[in-house]
C-alpha cells in the first residue's frame, strides 16, 4: 500500500522544483508512479528543443515519488545515488507523461525505470533508471 496519495506529494513539491516546473504525479499504485508536465518556454533549450534536464526531472521526480511511497518501515527517506538516461526524442509543444516502475524495493536500495513519452504522439523520448538510497534515522 503506498505511503503517500499524489495530492500529498504535489502539496509537498509546490515549493520545490518538481512543483516550479509543473510536475504533477497523477496516480501512485504499490509498482508504479505516473506523472505529466506540459511543455512551456521555460523547459526548453536554447536551441528551441525541450532541454533534456527536463526529462530527467520528470523521470526522477516520478521515481521519488515511487520510493518515498514504498519506503520500508523504519526509514525516513532517500536519496538517489545513480541515475542514467537514453534520450530517444524531443518535443516542442503538449504533454510529457512519465511511467515510473519499481524494478527492485530492497531495504537499503530501490531502482526504478522510468519511461517518459509524448502524449500527443505516443513518441517515447526517454528512457531512465536510478537507484535510491533509502535512509534511516540513527
Same mark, same amino acid.
Given at each position: ?78 536519496? +538517489? ?13 503538449? +504533454? ?43
Amino acid at each position: 500500500m503506498p505511503k503517500i496519495t499524489p495530492e500529498q506529494f504535489n502539496e509537498r513539491s509546490a515549493g520545490c522544483l518538481p512543483g516550479h516546473l509543473g510536475i504533477v504525479i497523477t496516480a501512485v499504485t504499490d509498482r508504479q508512479v505516473h506523472a505529466e508536465l506540459p511543455v512551456r518556454p521555460y523547459a526548453m533549450a536554447p536551441n528551441g528543443f525541450l532541454h533534456a534536464g527536463t526529462l530527467v526531472t520528470l523521470a526522477d521526480t516520478s521515481c521519488g515519488a515511487g520510493c518515498i511511497a514504498l519506503l520500508p518501515d523504519g526509514a525516513n527517506g532517500f536519496t +538517489t545515488i545513480e541515475l542514467k538516461s537514453n534520450h530517444l526524442g524531443t518535443a516542442r509543444d503538449g +504533454t510529457i507523461e512519465c511511467v515510473a516502475t519499481v524494478a527492485h524495493q530492497g531495504k537499503s536500495t530501490q531502482v526504478w525505470d522510468a519511461v517518459v513519452t509524448h502524449r500527443e504522439t505516443g513518441r517515447t523520448l526517454a528512457l531512465f533508471r536510478c537507484t535510491q538510497m533509502v535512509l534511516y534515522t540513527k
